[in-house]
């Protein structure tokens, strides 16, 4: 899929006026089905980074492959393999986006094309505040959903990872939010997509991360 393709595909699932979620823009595209594809794209701290693993069916790196992100923020990223031989292709860009992210694989030994993750935004968190003195008790934490997330997850120093719907709020029980002079909050919102034209397992997921630091009392 080529960027002008991809653009005009977010247009048009915008022009039709309905407040989608991430996971509903998703598209699986196509492709040989011998490539195994680990593609994993990260936003946080005003950067975003691109990993592309490529192996084949028997488990070797693929290596010399072109790998493709399209994004309507970003235009088209090239991917480069690192080191060489590892079938290992990465990038990274100096801001985060808001549009919808596609990849593009091509190898002599097979391809994958028009594969599209759904992007839930950057989000914010409002509770508790960074740099907050919080009270002690059960944890209210509130961030904001640009876009509804396939999940979330929610992590500080003595409570989690924990897997939570992508709703904006959460407590924490006070049994799992001890005092602490340096506590953190990660907030972490996912997407993914599984991609129909490699082999089985082959996944792009998107993740969105934010950190706090406050004194839980």
């Not at 509804?148 to 799992?176: N, Q």
Request: hydrophobic share 40%.
């Amino acid at each position: 899929m080529n960027r002008i393709s991809f653009v005009v595909i977010a247009l048009a699932l915008a022009a039709c006026g309905k407040q989608s979620t991430a996971l509903e823009r998703n598209r699986a595209g196509t492709g040989s089905g011998t490539l195994h594809v680990d593609a994993t794209i990260d936003q946080s701290s005003g950067a975003t980074s691109f990993q592309v693993d490529l192996q084949d069916g028997l488990g070797a790196n693929v290596s010399g492959a072109t790998v493709t992100i399209h994004n309507a923020d970003f235009g088209d990223v090239p991917l480069v393999e690192s080191p060489a031989g590892s079938g290992k292709y990465v990038s990274s860009r100096a801001a985060v986006a808001n549009a919808d992210f596609g990849l593009d694989i091509a190898h002599p030994s097979g391809a994958v094309t028009g594969v599209v993750v759904g992007n839930p935004g950057m989000h914010v968190v409002n509770a508790p505040q960074n740099g907050a003195t919080v009270p002690a008790g059960a944890l209210q934490i509130s961030w904001s959903t640009p876009t509804t997330a396939y999940s979330a997850s929610l992590e500080t120093r003595d409570f989690g990872p924990a897997a939570v719907p992508d709703t904006g709020a959460y407590t924490i029980a006070a049994a799992s939010n001890p005092a602490n002079p340096t506590q953190r909050l990660d907030v972490d919102r996912y997407n993914v997509v599984n991609i129909a034209g490699g082999l089985v397992g082959s996944q792009l997921t998107l993740t969105s991360k934010v950190r706090i630091t406050y004194v839980q009392q």
